[in-house]
T-cell receptor, first 112, second 113 residues
Framework: DQQVKQNSPSLSVQEGRISILNCDYTNSMFDYFLWYKKYPAEGPTFLISISSIKDKNEDGRFTVFLNKSAKHLSLHIVPSQPGDSAVYFCAAGGTSYGKLTFGQGTILTVHP | DAGITQSPRHKVTETGTPVTLRCHQTENHRYMYWYRQDPGHGLRLIHYSYGVKDTDKGEVSDGYSVSRSKTEDFLLTLESATSSQTSVYFC????????????FGSGTRLTVV
């Protein structure tokens, strides 16, 4: 039972345009959501997070939106840059011991 | 940055042999986690630790065991490796249970032949 789902395996965008990555979850006990970015041959790195009491969090070019009623979150990258090309994982926490449940990942490719 | 290191980085092993992967941290963080990454599955939690000698199972723990005899080291053992355990293994550390901004190691690519 996949509690966190990223239904788009890949996304391709042009440099300078907006990238929108989506994530759905099923467990209403999750109260914290995060996005991680992963380059090949490296570990994932934390990108941005949002608590369930908020609906938006912004950090520079990155904005995460949370729609609790739809159990949906999205990551917006504006403007997209070629260096943003990576695998993006959404994750959810709030059960116990700081455990995170990850989605399958979305490969983002930003073309120059 | 060397706050967390995994060894080995790559390993090829034969079916049926035991394998131990090591995670070493210099951050004195209480919480440590082992995840595996597989195509189509993302990152799945194998085992985690919330203190020295305190460990518990994650969602894909069958065939794996862990040990944490000191704060800085978290060992993952494949008791009898199978081809289904071919994967990339990541260790992560966290200071508190509400700090989800994990620091991940660089991963161990394990191939079971």
């Amino acid at each position: 039972d996949q509690q966190v789902k990223q239904n788009s395996p890949s996304l391709s965008v042009q440099e300078g345009r907006i990238s929108i990555l989506n994530c759905d979850y099923t467990n209403s006990m999750f109260d914290y959501f995060l996005w991680y970015k992963k380059y090949p041959a490296e570990g994932p790195t934390f990108l941005i997070s949002i608590s369930s009491i908020k609906d938006k969090n912004e950090d520079g070019r990155f904005t995460v939106f949370l729609n609790k009623s739809a159990k949906h979150l999205s990551l917006h990258i504006v403007p997209s840059q070629p260096g943003d090309s990576a695998v993006y994982f959404c994750a959810a926490g709030g059960t116990s011991y700081g455990k995170l449940t990850f989605g399958q990942g979305t490969i983002l490719t930003v073309h120059p | 940055d060397a706050g967390i290191t995994q060894s080995p980085r790559h390993k090829v092993t034969e079916t049926g042999t035991p394998v131990t992967l090591r995670c070493h941290q210099t951050e004195n963080h209480r919480y440590m986690y082992w995840y595996r990454q597989d195509p189509g599955h993302g990152l799945r939690l194998i085992h985690y630790s919330y203190g020295v000698k305190d460990t518990d199972k994650g969602e894909v723990s069958d065939g794996y065991s862990v040990s944490r005899s000191k704060t800085e080291d978290f060992l993952l053992t494949l008791e009898s490796a199978t081809s289904s355990q071919t994967s990339v293994y990541f260790c992560a550390i966290s200071q508190t249970p509400t700090n989800y901004g994990y620091t991940f190691g660089s991963g161990t690519r394990l191939t079971v032949v």
